[in-house]
């Protein structure tokens, strides 16, 4: 739990005008490294290397549009 106000969680479209997913999770992630913020990844690229540079990117996780229900259990 956070004892301030800042979001513990973020859902970025990859494809987004202007910056994209990736680039707004690597600026949050050099922001603040201590920060808990879990970032997910939401897009319609499926490919490998877009799911790699995602990650890379920072963010925790990666979900492909149209996705499954079994994809989103931990």
């Known amino acids: ?3 301030d106000d ?3 969680l973020a859902i970025l479209d990859r494809m987004m005008p202007g910056k ?3 680039q707004i999770c690597r600026l949050a992630r050099e922001m603040d ?3 808990p913020l879990y ?3 939401l897009t319609v690229l499926g490919r490998t290397q ?3 540079a995602g990650l890379e ?3 925790d996780d990666y979900v492909s549009k149209t996705f499954r229900s ?3 259990r931990g």
């Open 1 to 3: 739990m956070q004892a």
């Open 6 to 8: 800042s979001p513990c």
């Open 20 to 22: 994209d997913g990736a």
């Open 33 to 35: 490294r201590s920060s």
């Open 39 to 41: 970032i997910i990844l």
């Open 50 to 52: 877009d799911v790699v």
């Open 57 to 59: 990117a920072g963010a």
């Open 70 to 72: 079994d994809e989103l």
